[in-house]
């Protein structure tokens, strides 16, 4: 729940606004420092470290971060003298670890971005060393402060449906999401995070926090990567979209539609030739000759899943499920909560929510309410949840009132537990325990 609607007044303390560092300036860490543009009084971004030198200055360059304050690595920052009071930690999901480690051996609270870290071995250290040196670490699961999953949580916690006997949620990911990203992209490798822990360990990150701490006990799982292989590309295809390929003109997968013609997943797309700056028609067509971007989806080196289903129980006899499909002509989430008392049934892109009690009434079974909680102008990314999350990490580092909704290390361990239990049962034709 966003701060201001709960009346709580924030009093401005001495030590704000809230100094932070930079750790990565790729896409997640510009959002997050974004917050400090939006509200200088609150938060400032000092120092940033990106080895990417272009990527360096235009973050800095945004937020006037002196040159002094540029660091070609994340070690060359640590190892200055403690620069701000927190840390945004949006580097790669493979340098979470080693890099959350030393920003907490020098004294900074981190946001650091989801997943936690790739391996159950290094969520649980980070957990236990946040722990230990009484640091905040707080996870990016902006979902939960998008007010369509606030609301959720509010109704559940209200009794609207009674107490929880099964969650369904699913995420379609668009087809030019999934060939940008998991299929042409750089999380299209299991060595990288399984699919799983890189697309929806939001997914079960919400089931969890429904749950509100009723234990997961066991998880089964099923998925493959059975559209995106060799063996189902079309006749007249070719291994590059521009480079010979007889039908790609008419193909959903071509990178020149995607990426020129609609515009869709840019920041993927040209990504190795963002320091040209604006790119030109002809630039771009060069980009997809060559880069990974023009590769034909059925001629990648991708080995994650395009396809899973989660099956989970709880401790309370509660059921879950989880369904990740890939290749959806319209991409995003919906979510079904059966309740002892009434249901609710929603889909986060359009921000309805529907609310069924049973009627005993002769000529209906049920009653059904429509709650829009759609934000004016869209809100900002992942559904208003992305500004809300910042906002929340600086009231936690200032020790002030939060949301209902803050992502402590510790309470999002559940969450990727089950995405680590998810991915053995898969790979192990196996039912696994959430330990």
């Known amino acids: 729940m966003h701060l201001a609607s709960r009346n709580i007044k924030i009093t401005t303390m001495p030590h704000l606004p809230l100094t932070v560092v930079a750790i990565g300036a790729g896409h997640r860490s510009v959002i997050c420092a974004s917050y400090a543009l939006k509200h200088p009084e609150r938060m400032k971004l000092v120092a940033v470290a990106e080895p990417n030198e272009h990527r360096r200055n235009a973050l800095a360059d945004a937020h006037h971060v002196s040159h002094d304050m540029r660091f070609a690595s994340y070690q060359e920052l640590v190892a200055r003298p403690v620069l701000a009071r ?86 379609c990911v668009a087809y030019h ?32 926090w429904l749950m509100s701490g009723v234990p997961a006990l066991r998880v089964s799982s099923f998925g493959s990567r059975s559209f995106f292989r060799p063996e189902n590309a079309p006749a007249g295809s070719a291994e590059r979209c521009l480079v010979g390929c007889c039908i790609e003109s008419t193909c959903p997968y071509s990178a020149c539609t995607n990426y020129i013609t609609q515009n869709l997943q840019p920041f993927y797309a040209f990504e190795s030739a963002e320091h040209m700056g604006e790119l030109t028609l002809q630039q771009k067509l060069d980009s997809l000759k060559v880069s990974p971007m023009g590769r034909c989806v059925w001629h990648c080196d991708n080995d994650v899943v395009d ?41 986060a892109e359009s921000g309805i929510i529907k609310l069924r009690k049973p009627r005993l009434e002769h000529g209906a079974d049920h009653t059904e309410q429509t709650l829009d909680v759609n934000i004016a102008g869209g809100g900002d990314g992942h559904g208003g949840g992305d500004m809300l999350l910042v906002e929340d ?18 309470d999002s361990l559940t969450g990727h537990l089950l995405a680590f239990a998810a991915d053995r049962a898969m790979l192990k034709h196996s039912v696994e325990s959430v330990a």
């Open 86 to 171: 927190a840390a945004i930690n949006g580097t790669m999901d493979g340098l979470h670890y080693d890099s959350t480690n030393l920003l907490l051996d020098r004294g900074y609270d981190v946001l650091l971005e989801k997943p936690i870290a790739p391996t159950e071995r290094e969520v649980r250290d980070l957990i236990e060393k946040a722990t230990r040196l009484k640091r905040i670490v707080m996870i990016c699961h902006v979902l939960r402060y998008a007010p369509f999953y606030a609301r959720l949580k509010s109704l559940i916690a209200a009794g609207e449906i009674g107490r929880i006997t099964a969650i369904e949620t699913r995420e």
């Open 393 to 410: 990490f600086v009231s936690v580092v200032n020790h002030e009132p939060t949301s209902a909704g803050a992502t402590h290390i510790a």
């Open 307 to 347: 396809r899973q289903t989660v099956a989970i129980e709880f401790a309370d006899g509660t059921v879950g499920s989880h369904v990740l499909a890939t290749g959806s002509a319209r991409g995003g989430r919906t979510i079904f909560v059966q309740g002892t008392t009434g249901e609710l049934e929603g889909n």
């Open 177 to 208: 999401h999934v060939a940008a990203a998991f299929v042409r992209g750089r999380w299209n490798q299991r060595s990288v995070n399984p699919m799983l822990l890189s697309k929806c360990c939001h997914d079960l990150d919400i089931i969890a």
